[in-house]
DNA sequence: GCTTGACTTGGAGTCAACTCCATGTTGTAC
DNA sequence: GTACAACATGGAGTTGACTCCAAGTCAAGC
C-alpha cells in the first residue's frame, strides 16, 4: 500500500503519516528501488496502532517510546508493559472526566430543551 | 474565594484561571476594591462549568462561546441548546474512540503480562 | 519521451492552550 | 509602618502536534 491509500484507510493526512514516521510513533517504513514508501500488514497495524492511541489522547511521545522499547528486542518486555498500564491508567481517567462532562452536558441540554419547548426557564444561574 | 482558594480547589494554576476569565471561557469576576477577584458560588460554578469541559476536551473557544451567548440572554436559549449538542455529540465520539484504545491496551497488556510472567511470547508482530 | 500526479526530503510555519515574566499593587501579620 | 506573600496587568515564550512549503524525483498513461 502506497501513502495515499494508507491515508484514505486511517482519514490522516500524507504529512501526518511522515511525521508519525519521523518522530518514530510508527517504525521505518520500507521503500521501493525509487525510495517510495511501500506498507505491508505488519506497517499498516503499527499505523493502526498509533492512530487508535492518538485518537484517544496518548501522547507521539509515548507511542513512539513504546516503538522505541519494541525494536530493543525482548530485554523491553518489562518495560513495555510498564508503559503500557501507565497510559491505560491516564485513559481510564480521561474516560471518568469525559463521562462526567457528557453527563453534565447530557443535564444542560434537557433543561435547555424544557425551555426551548415550554418558554420556560427551569432553573436559576449557570448550571 | 480567592485565586488561590479557587486554584487548590479545582487543581489548575492562577495563569490558567486568569486565562480563562481573560478569553472568556469563564465571566469576568467581580473584584474588591482593591482590584482583587473575589469568586462568589456562581462564580465557582463557571470555573467548574469550564474545568470540567476542557478536562474533557471541550475548546475553550467553544466554552467562551456557550458564555458569550448566555451574557445575551433568552433569545440565544436555541443557540445554545444547539451549541450544547454539538459538543455532546463530539465528546460521544471521543468516549468511543477512548474506549477502543482502552481495549486495544488491555488486550496487549495481558499479553504482556503473560509473556513477562511465563517468558514465553504468545503472539507475533506489533499486535 | 513527455505530461501529470503522487511521491521524496528538510525545514519552516501555525495553532491552541497554556505558562512565564517584569513590574507594580494589595493586604495581613507583626 | 514595614515586611512579605499573594495579587494585578500586558505581553512574550513554550509545547505538542501537526501542517505547509520548496525543490526536486518517480512512475503510469498516452
Redesign the interface.
Known amino acids: 500500500m502506497t501513502v495515499k491509500d494508507v491515508c484514505e484507510e486511517f482519514g490522516i493526512t500524507a504529512d501526518t503519516l511522515r511525521y508519525y514516521e519521523r518522530v518514530g510513533a510508527i517504525p521505518k517504513v520500507a521503500r521501493t528501488k525509487g525510495g517510495i514508501r511501500e506498507y505491508d500488514a ?1 506497517a499498516i ?2 499505523v493502526r ?1 498509533a492512530v ?2 492518538r ?4 501522547s507521539v511521545e509515548a507511542i513512539a517510546e513504546y516503538v522505541r522499547l ?1 525494536e530493543m528486542g ?1 530485554e523491553t ?2 518495560d ?2 510498564e508503559l ?2 501507565g ?2 491508567n491516564g ?2 481517567t ?2 471518568d ?6 453527563e ?3 443535564w ?2 434537557s433543561r ?2 424544557e ?2 419547548e415550554t418558554g420556560v ?1 427551569s432553573w436559576e ?3
Chains 1, 2 share one sequence.
Open positions: 505488519e497495524g503499527w496502532n487508535c492511541l485518537k484517544a489522547g496518548v519494541f525482548d518486555l518489562k513495555r508493559l503500557l498500564i497510559e491505560r485513559l481510564k480521561q474516560l472526566e469525559l463521562t462526567a462532562a457528557v453534565l452536558l447530557d444542560k441540554i435547555y430543551q425551555a426551548v426557564l444561574k449557570n448550571e
